[in-house]
């Protein structure tokens, strides 16, 4: 069902939020308490996925206008929410029309608002180093930051940034793995290593954002699979050589875990001019791993770990078994009973917790586990 966002004022104060009743009902309800609020916009027929990330991601920017007690009003010009919203929304639709092929992959010009924002941040910049104005100066700079980093995600469709996820209804936030589907096999040890470790690391890498994406769980909540990773190291001090042997190794590691990686040196926003900026992206795209996510074997795990856990008289480490296929986020999506997670997974990534005594000892654990996942789906 489609959500609309909409943005009110009451003469003061601006609030921006999301709905799926006609927007029409929710100012009735606004009214009984406050008769002074009035419509300012509404955007309608978005996503879910879209709604919560536009109405976290102004919230985000305007953070440090946050009045009242609730914390849901904010005392800025709803003309500036409006045109944010606006700007955010118009990304959120240009993305539903997008190749298979990512932007990172292009040279993209930088645009003349991140232009405009570039300098204003590298301006915060200069005048933190000379003013010393303190909080209020390091706020303005975190507000365009902020911004830019939201125009960046929709420009090069990298997802959510990391800030903008409502902690309230995100019960899981994977961290970047490896892409299974697409990592090179020559390149083993790293690949186990790297699974084994449960997150990435890129060569060089600092001054990381990272950007997400959302998957529906029961109860209105949401897992956040991570679909982008940014890195902003300083370059200024390098030779064009010395930068370019640097991002080579980047794109070597990548490859042999299943990313692609990209320089767009133009748009980093650190430190403006100072600063490089490689983007790094998984090769299986999000929407596709959202859809596999929606009727995997991990997904039945993770909404019902805590009940899972409580279980009387279960096998052999299964506590163990319940909480690696929640927490590894490169578990795979595809995987319909034991064999096939052992011949595909456990065993060719080093995983299984075999020894020679007890070969295969979290068998019994997999195999209840998948009998209770079918079942499910067969009531």
């Known amino acids: 069902m489609a959500f609309c966002l909409y943005i009110v004022a009451d003469g003061k104060n601006s609030k921006v939020g999301i709905t799926q009743r006609p927007f029409s009902e929710r100012l009735s309800e606004y009214h009984t308490h406050n008769p002074n609020v009035q419509q300012i916009a509404v955007f309608e027929s978005l996503s879910e996925e879209d ?11 305007f953070k440090s206008d946050r009045v009242g007690k609730g914390k849901e009003w904010f005392g800025v010009d709803p003309t500036k929410m409006r045109a944010l919203a606006s700007s955010l929304v118009s990304g959120s639709i240009e993305k539903q029309s997008t190749s298979p092929i ?10 003349n608002e991140a232009w405009e924002l570039l300098e204003e941040i590298g301006k915060y910049i200069e005048r933190d180093k000379t003013e010393k104005e303190g909080q209020k100066l390091l706020e303005k700079k975190r507000q365009a930051k902020a911004k830019y980093e939201i125009l960046l995600s929709d420009t090069f469709k990298l997802g959510m940034p990391k800030e903008t996820l409502d902690r309230h209804t995100v019960s899981l936030k994977d961290p970047p793995c490896v892409d299974i589907a697409n990592c090179d096999p020559i390149n083993r040890n790293i690949i186990c290593e790297s699974i084994r470790k449960n997150f990435l690391k890129f060569p060089d890498e600092d001054h990381v954002r990272a950007f997400y994406r959302l998957a529906p769980l029961g109860s209105s909540s949401h897992a956040a699979f991570c679909t982008a990773i940014a890195s902003m190291p300083y370059i200024d001090h390098l030779t064009d050589e010395e930068w370019g042997a640097s991002v080579q190794k980047m794109q070597k590691y990548a490859n042999t875990v299943g990313w692609y990686c990209a320089a767009h040196d133009d748009w980093s926003w650190h430190y403006p001019t100072k600063t490089g900026l490689v983007l790094f992206q998984p090769k299986s795209s999000s929407d596709h791993k959202v859809k596999m996510f929606g009727n995997s074997f991990r997904k039945f795990v993770i909404e019902r770990e805590k009940l899972l856990l409580a279980s009387h008289d279960p096998p052999k480490s299964w506590d163990l078994v319940i909480r690696d296929v929640v927490h590894d986020a490169s578990f795979p999506l595809d995987v319909s009973s034991w064999e096939d997670l052992y011949g595909h997974y456990l065993e060719p990534f080093e995983l299984a917790y075999d020894d020679d005594d007890h070969p295969h000892h979290e068998k019994e654990a997999f195999k209840v586990l998948f009998e209770a996942w079918h079942k499910s789906k067969s009531q």
């Open 51 to 61: 709604a919560r990330r536009i109405e976290s991601a102004i919230k985000v920017y």
């Open 102 to 111: 990512l932007p990172l992959m292009h040279s993209i010009h930088v645009s």
